[in-house]
C-alpha cells in the first residue's frame, strides 16, 4: 500500500487533513498578511487567579518531589526512569494536568502546565518527554478533543492517575508523509471491531504505555469510507509486542519503543471519532500540543542563563572573570535574551491557548519551530561558555570534585527538539501552507498547472479583485508613524519595526509566488526564509507585549524585562535584516543541482580513506511482510516483551 504513493497522493492526504476554516481570528495568519494585529495579544489574558493559586501550588509540589525524591545522575546512569519516581508523578497528579477535573485530573491551565513541563525538563529531559508524550500527544487529548463521552468517563480517570499513553503513528518507512502509512485497521466481518496489523517505530512511553492511540489505515470497503484512523487500544491486547527498546543520542531513561501490531483486535467502540478522521485528529491534537516543546526549551533557556551567570562569574582567566572578556559576555546576553523572548513566546501563545478566543495553530507551530532552534544555538553558546567543563559529563564532573552541571546532557538532550513533533524542515512547510493559504483562496487555480484555461480565467478576476484591495494596503501602515505604539516607551520603535517588516514580509511573499508561481512548492528553502521571518517578528512581537505585562504584574521587575525585551528585539531585527537579503539573493539552485550530483554519485571519489563502521544493511526497515513463525527477542536477548508486562 505504502510503496504506491505518488507525490500528489502524499499531498492531497496532507490537505485533506488540514483545518481549512478559520473561525477565530489569528495572530499569526494576520502578521503573514501584512495586517499587525497586535490587538489579538495584547493586552495579554489574565490568568485566573484560582487557576493560578492551583498551579503554584502543583509546581511547589512538583519541585519538592524532584529535589527530594528524584536523582538525575542516576537516570542518566541507568538510563531509566526509576519505578520509584514514576509512581511518585501518578502519585502527585501530573500524569492528570491537562484533565478536566470533571474526569478526575487536575485541570491545569496551558500556563501552568507549560511551567510544570519547564521545570520537570530542568532536572531531567527524560521526566518532561514522559510526561508531554503522554499529555500533548497522547490519549488524553485526542480523546478531550474528539472522542465520545463514554470513551471520555471511561479512560480519562485512567490516564490521569494510573495509566501511562503513548501515540503510535510513524513507522519504519513512515514519518511527515503519513499517506505512506502501512499499518491495517480490517473491518471485522462481524461489524464488531477491527484487526490491527504492522509495525510502529519511535512511540515515546511506548516501552511501558498501558493504553496508547494508533493510528492505522481502514480499508475503504461498503460501509466503510475507509481513511487513515485513530483507534484506543490497551496495550495488553493479545497481539501486542514491544520488540525493541529505541536507545538515543540522548533523551536517556525514554521508553521508546519499537511495537508490532499482529492481529490484534480492536472493538469498534474504541474508534475515536469517524473513520477517516486520524490524521485531521492528529493535527489537530498537535495545534496545542506542540507548546510543549518550546515549555522545555524555555526551561532550558532559563537554566543555561543561571548557569552561564553562575560560571562566567566565578571562572577567572587573563586577570578578571571570563564574564568580562567581550567574547564571552556576548555569549552571556544572548542566552539571557533569548531565554527571556523564548519565555514570552510561549506566554503568549499559552494564554491565548487558555482563553480560547483564538486560533493558535500558527503560533504554535512557530513556537516549536522557533523554539527548538533557539534552544540549541543557546546551550551550544552554553557549551562555549563552560568550555572544557561544558563538554565534560555531569558524573565525571562530580568525581573529581566539581558541581555536576550537566550541560554536555542539555545539548544531548536538546538536538532531538529539531527533528520530532514536526522537524523545522517540515514545520516551514506547515506554516508556509498556512501563510499562502489566502493567495492559495484566491489564485490557487491560475498557480495549478493541472488547471484548464476557464478555471484560469475565473480565478485571475478573483485575483484581481483581492490584489486590487490587498496591495495598496501593504505600502503604509503605523510602523511609519513616529508616535504609534506610545503605550510601550521605550519598546515602542521595536514594534514599528515589525508592523514595517509585517508589511514588507507579504510583499515578498507576493514578489516570490510572481517569480516562482506554481514551482514556489518546491523552493522550500524561499519558503523557509520567509517562515523565519514571519517567527522573528512574532517574537519581537511577544517580547515587547511580554515585557509590558510584566510592568503590570509584576512592576519591581519592569525595567529589567525592559532591558532584556529591547536586547531580545535588537538581536531578532538583526536576523530579520540578513533573512530579506537572502529570501532572493541566495545560492539555493547552485546548492540543489550540487546535491542532486552527490545522489547521482558523481563525487564518490571524496569517500576515499574511509571506513564506515555501520557495515551492511538497510537504511530504513520495512513493515513486517508476514507474521513470523517464531516471536522476536527483546533488545537484551531475553523473552519477548509482553506489552502487558511492559504496562
Known amino acids: 500500500m505504502a510503496s504506491n504513493v505518488t507525490e500528489r497522493d502524499a499531498r492531497e492526504v496532507a490537505e485533506a487533513a488540514r483545518e481549512t476554516e478559520w473561525t477565530l481570528p489569528s495572530f499569526g495568519k494576520e502578521l503573514f498578511l501584512g495586517n499587525f494585529r497586535l490587538d489579538l495579544i495584547h493586552p495579554q489574558p489574565r490568568v485566573d487567579p484560582a487557576q493560578a493559586e492551583k498551579g503554584e501550588r502543583f509546581l511547589e509540589n512538583l519541585r519538592t518531589f524532584l529535589v527530594e525524591h528524584v536523582d538525575p545522575l542516576e537516570i542518566e546512569r541507568e538510563a531509566k526512569l526509576p519505578e520509584h519516581v514514576i509512581q511518585g508523578l501518578k502519585d502527585l497528579g501530573a500524569l492528570g494536568m491537562k484533565v478536566p477535573e470533571e474526569y ?114 481502514v480499508p475503504k470497503s461498503d460501509g466503510h469510507r475507509g481513511g487513515i484512523s485513530a483507534f484506543i487500544l490497551p496495550y495488553d491486547s493479545e497481539g501486542v509486542t514491544v520488540e525493541h527498546r529505541n536507545q538515543f543520542m540522548g533523551l536517556r531513561g525514554i521508553e521508546n519503543s519499537v511495537t508490532r501490531l499482529e492481529n490484534v483486535f480492536v472493538p469498534k467502540e474504541n474508534l475515536i471519532g469517524k473513520e477517516g478522521q486520524g490524521l485531521k485528529i492528529a493535527l489537530t491534537t498537535l495545534n496545542t500540543g506542540r507548546l510543549a516543546l518550546p515549555a522545555i526549551c524555555v526551561g532550558a533557556g532559563k537554566w543555561a542563563t543561571k548557569v552561564a551567570r553562575e560560571f562566567a562569574s566565578e571562572r577567572v582567566q ?58 540549541w544555538k543557546v546551550v551550544d553558546d552554553l557549551i562555549q561558555v563552560r568550555g572544557g567543563r561544558g563538554y565534560e559529563t555531569a558524573a565525571s564532573l562530580k568525581a573529581r570534585g566539581e558541581k555536576p552541571v550537566p550541560v554536555e546532557q542539555a545539548l544531548r538532550d536538546m538536538r532531538i ?166 529570501v532572493f539573493a541566495n545560492d539555493d539552485d547552485a546548492s540543489y543541482k550540487a546535491a542532486q550530483k552527490v545522489l547521482e554519485g558523481r563525487y564518490t571519489w571524496l569517500e576515499e580513506g574511509v571506513a564506515d563502521p555501520s557495515g551492511d544493511g538497510p537504511m530504513t526497515a520495512g513493515q513486517p511482510e508476514s507474521v513470523p513463525d517464531t516471536p522476536p527477542v527483546s533488545a537484551n536477548g531475553d523473552e519477548p516483551v509482553a506489552a502487558a508486562a511492559a504496562g
Not at 183 to 212: C, F, H, M, Q
Not at 337 to 366: C, H, P, Y
Open 104 to 217: 478526575g485530573g487536575l485541570g491545569l491551565s496551558q500556563v501552568h502546565y507549560n511551567r510544570a513541563l519547564a521545570l520537570a525538563s530542568t532536572w531531567h529531559s527524560a521526566l518532561a518527554t514522559l510526561l508531554s508524550a503522554h499529555q500533548s500527544i497522547g490519549l488524553g487529548e485526542p480523546l478531550r478533543l474528539f472522542g465520545s463521552e463514554e470513551q471520555k468517563r471511561e479512560w480519562l480517570p485512567k490516564l490521569s492517575k494510573t495509566h501511562i499513553s503513548a501515540f503510535l503513528l510513524t513507522e519504519p518507512d513512515v514519518g511527515s508523509d503519513p499517506a505512506r502509512l502501512a499499518t491495517e485497521a480490517t473491518p471485522t466481518e462481524d461489524g464488531s471491531g477491527y484487526v490491527l496489523n504492522g509495525r510502529k517505530l519511535w512511540a515515546t512511553n511506548g516501552a511501558i504505555a498501558d493504553v496508547v492511540v494508533v493510528m492505522a489505515q
Open 318 to 375: 587573563w586577570g578578571q572573570p571570563v564574564g568580562k572578556h567581550d567574547a564571552v559576555a556576548q555569549k552571556v546576553a544572548f542566552i539571557a535574551a533569548t531565554a527571556f523572548g523564548l519565555e514570552a513566546m510561549v506566554d503568549v501563545a499559552s494564554r491565548l491557548a487558555d482563553e480560547k478566543k483564538n486560533d493558535i495553530r500558527i503560533e504554535a507551530a512557530i513556537a516549536k519551530l522557533y523554539g527548538s532552534e533557539m534552544g
Open 417 to 582: 527538539n529539531r527533528i520530532f513533533e514536526g522537524s523545522t524542515e517540515i514545520m516551514h512547510l506547515l506554516i508556509a501552507r498556512e501563510a499562502v493559504d489566502q493567495h492559495l483562496q484566491v489564485a490557487g487555480d491560475i498557480l495549478d498547472p493541472e488547471t484548464d484555461l476557464k478555471a484560469k480565467a475565473a480565478s485571475a478576476r478573483q485575483a484581481a479583485a483581492f490584489y486590487s484591495k490587498w496591495l495598496p494596503s501593504l505600502v503604509t501602515g503605523e510602523g511609519q508613524k513616529p508616535g504609534s505604539f506610545a503605550e510601550f516607551g521605550s519598546l515602542a520603535h521595536h514594534l514599528r519595526f515589525a508592523e514595517r517588516s509585517s508589511r514588507k514580509l507579504a510583499r515578498t511573499t507576493f514578489m516570490a509566488m510572481g517569480r516562482y508561481q506554481a514551482g514556489l512548492e518546491k523552493k522550500q528553502a524561499v519558503l523557509g526564509r520567509i517562515v523565519d521571518i514571519g517567527a522573528e517578528l512574532f517574537a519581537i512581537a511577544s517580547a515587547v507585549v511580554y515585557a509590558n505585562t510584566i510592568k503590570n504584574e509584576h512592576p519591581e521587575r519592569a525595567e529589567q524585562a525592559f532591558e532584556l525585551a529591547d536586547l531580545f528585539a535588537k538581536h531578532a531585527r538583526r536576523r530579520v535584516s540578513e533573512l530579506f537579503a537572502a
